[in-house]
Structure formats: C-alpha cells, structure tokens
C-alpha cells in the first residue's frame, strides 16, 4: 500500500489493506459502520477513519464478501476536511475551480436525487479517467449554502459547465464529495 501522505492530507493512489490502514493509523482511529447505497441497492460495510474529527476524517469502502480483501473505494464529503487530491482537488472548490483544474467543461446529473450531482463526463480533461485504469475518481457537485434553487439545475438529467442557461453555477456549485475507486480487474 502506498499510504496517503498525511503531512499534505493527499488521497492514496493504492488501496491497501484494512489491516494496512490499521497499522498505519492505529485500529483505535478506525470504526466499522454500515453505509446505505443509492436507490435502495442495500448495504455496505466502511471504515471510519477518524470519525469524530470532520478534518481528518476519510471514509474506507470494504468488500463485503472478504474481510482481508484490499479497501474498495475512499471518500471524503467534509468541507473542512484535510484530505485532497495531489492535482489541488478538494472538496468545497467551486465549479469554476474544478473546470480550470480540469483544463475542459464537465457534464453532471441535475442536483436533488440520489445521483444528483455526479460529474459523469470530464470532456477528455486532466482529471478525466482513463480507459481500463484500476482507479476511478468520482465527484459529486452540491449547491452552496444560500444559492438560489431555480438557479442550479436539478433532477435525473445532464447539464453542461459551460451551458448559458445557467451563468452562476460556477460560484453556486461546490465540489461536495469526492471518491476514488479500485477495481482489481480494470473496470470501476
């Protein structure tokens, strides 16, 4: 496992371990719970690490199926939180911040449903993912505090960064989660 690099808080590039994870945070900083998937796909099991602190804290994704199995995914949807991507992304960076990171427009689902918010196109950006790459980077968009509701999209459809429609999301949109994802056979 390539450890996160704690003195910067950067997300790990390899899983590692729940054991591995343990022995580099100390078991006492971890605590098991049960998450709930979306659209009622069931339960999952995750790792907490630092639970009571939302600027340390880092959700690990198990399998569910094998204990000693590397950790699946990590997540982080703390605004105050430490943890970022060696590229700057992190979460709380307005929209007009991630499109500039990522050197092109995104496409995202419309906010207020159980997918809402997902950049689901990078338009062949920086932080697009590469075909057949083990890791996945998920990020999932949410309207700032005290944004106008009529003035972000919302709803089971896809909406455009660049789209004249709506001239103020860049600054009304926040990066609210991000997630990486491994899949050990290619595919996320």
């Known amino acids: 496992m ?9 997300l790990p590039d390899t899983p590692g371990t729940r054991a591995q994870w343990e ?4 078991k006492e900083n971890l605590r098991a719970e049960t998450r709930y998937g979306p659209e009622g796909e069931g339960e999952y099991p995750v790792l907490v690490l630092f639970p009571d ?3 340390k804290r880092l959700v690990l994704d198990l399998d569910a199926d094998r204990a000693d199995a590397a950790v ?4 982080v949807s703390d605004a105050e939180s430490l943890w970022h991507e060696a590229s700057g992304l992190r979460v709380g960076m307005p929209l007009a911040e991630l499109v500039a990171l990522n050197g092109a427009s995104i496409s995202f689902f419309g906010l207020d449903w159980d997918y809402g918010g997902t950049v689901e196109d990078w338009h062949d950006g920086r ?5 057949g790459a083990s890791r ?9 505090e005290g944004a106008d509701g009529d003035a972000v999209p919302v709803g ?7 789209d004249a429609q709506w001239p ?3 600054k009304d949109l926040l990066v609210g989660e991000i997630g990486i994802h491994w899949s050990m056979d290619g595919t996320p």
């Open 2 to 10: 390539v450890a996160p690099v704690v003195d910067t808080w950067e």
């Open 23 to 26: 022995a580099r945070f100390g």
């Open 53 to 55: 602190d939302a600027r």
């Open 72 to 75: 699946t995914g990590v997540s």
């Open 127 to 131: 932080l697009g993912n590469p075909p």
């Open 136 to 144: 996945f980077r998920a990020v999932t968009l949410v309207a700032r």
């Open 156 to 162: 089971d459809s896809s909406f455009r960064s660049d």
């Open 168 to 170: 103020g999301i860049g």
